[in-house]
């Protein structure tokens, strides 16, 4: 599948036989470097086009927004210099990303509906709600059925910015659907057949049924080092960094995410 001008595979660990590297890295003596993430980059982000796209011109006047304060809102963000500190993200890029996020969510709070029907919108040619379903599941730290536009710019900016460390812990998050600090085979293989359901179908090479199964059966023979049939956070970090091209596909999560 072809976003934004570039081929995706549709995996967030790429290929366990070996791959490309994927656009935009640097190999510099063989040794893998993180990318720069530009302004262009975050915009191909799924998350952040939704919400840049509902940002309404504002009055220069009107300092609300730069305060990130509201006055009839379920819940009230902290303070834009506390978020800043938090994130790696500018202060001009989180008052377009918190004036979007009011427009779209005037409560303050985004439900997993509303992730449904953004990835409904960025792949229609496929089932994205349960891909959906999970990646909320990622962000919703307090496991209450919302999340805060604090949350939810400090795991964009983890994922569009964070280190590789950073990156690796919240994607065992994902992996680790019920939260009990290990990954089964079986949450594994959910996460990877949502995504071949959202897009797996257009992948460019295509992408055969059983596809998702076979990918999964490699990584995890590479990851449960112990054999005890679960992968522990320690696992998944050391095999994620000592293969490059687990490494190399890290940035496929612009594209999905």
Same mark, same amino acid.
């Given at each position: 599948?072809?976003?934004?001008?570039?081929?995706?595979?549709?995996? $967030?660990?790429? &290929?366990?036989? =070996?791959?490309?590297? @994927?656009? =935009?890295?640097?190999?510099?003596?063989?040794?893998?470097?993180?990318?720069? +993430?530009? !302004?262009?980059?975050? %915009?191909?982000?799924?998350?952040?086009?939704?919400?840049? @796209?509902?940002?309404?011109?504002?009055?220069?006047? &009107?300092?609300?927004?730069?305060?990130?304060?509201?006055?009839?809102?379920?819940?009230?963000?902290? =303070? $834009? &210099?506390?978020?800043?500190?938090?994130?790696? +993200?500018? !202060?001009?890029?989180?008052?377009?990303?918190?004036?979007?996020?009011?427009?779209?969510?005037?409560?303050?709070?985004?439900?997993?509906?509303?992730?449904?029907?953004?990835?409904?919108?960025?792949?229609?040619?496929?089932?994205?709600?349960?891909?959906?379903?999970?990646?909320?599941? @990622? +962000?919703?730290?307090?496991?209450?059925?919302?999340?805060?536009?604090?949350?939810?710019?400090?795991?964009?900016?983890?994922?569009?910015?964070?280190?590789?460390?950073?990156?690796?812990?919240?994607? +065992?998050?994902?992996?680790?659907?019920?939260?009990?600090?290990?990954?089964?085979?079986?949450?594994? $293989?959910?996460?990877?057949?949502?995504?071949?359901? %959202?897009?797996?179908?257009?992948?460019?090479?295509?992408?055969?049924?059983?596809?998702?199964?076979?990918?999964?059966?490699?990584?995890?023979?590479?990851?449960?080092?112990?054999?005890? =049939?679960?992968?522990?956070?320690?696992?998944?970090?050391?095999?994620?960094?000592?293969? *490059?091209?687990? /490494?190399?596909? /890290?940035?496929?999560? *612009?594209?999905?995410?």
């Amino acid at each position: 599948m072809q976003v934004d001008g570039k081929v995706v595979d549709g995996s $967030l660990l790429g &290929d366990a036989n =070996g791959v490309e590297p @994927a656009p =935009g890295r640097v190999k510099d003596s063989g040794k893998w470097q993180k990318p720069r +993430f530009s !302004r262009k980059a975050l %915009m191909k982000c799924c998350l952040v086009k939704w919400i840049i @796209a509902s940002t309404q011109p504002q009055d220069k006047g &009107d300092s609300s927004d730069s305060d990130l304060e509201l006055s009839t809102v379920r819940h009230q963000p902290e =303070g $834009l &210099d506390q978020l800043q500190a938090q994130t790696k +993200f500018t !202060r001009k890029e989180l008052q377009s990303l918190y004036r979007g996020f009011k427009n779209e969510c005037p409560s303050g709070l985004v439900d997993e509906e509303t992730f449904k029907s953004i990835y409904s919108q960025f792949f229609p040619q496929g089932d994205a709600t349960t891909y959906a379903h999970f990646l909320f599941n @990622a +962000f919703d730290i307090d496991r209450n059925g919302s999340i805060r536009f604090e949350d939810f710019v400090i795991g964009l900016s983890v994922l569009l910015r964070g280190s590789v460390t950073e990156k690796l812990n919240w994607a +065992f998050n994902l992996y680790d659907i019920n939260k009990d600090g290990y990954i089964t085979k079986e949450e594994m $293989l959910a996460i990877m057949k949502s995504i071949y359901d %959202m897009m797996g179908r257009y992948t460019y090479p295509s992408v055969r049924d059983e596809a998702p199964s076979e990918h999964v059966d490699k990584f995890f023979q590479k990851m449960d080092k112990n054999r005890d =049939g679960v992968v522990t956070i320690e696992e998944f970090i050391e095999t994620c960094q000592k293969d *490059e091209n687990i /490494m190399n596909s /890290m940035q496929l999560f *612009e594209n999905v995410i």
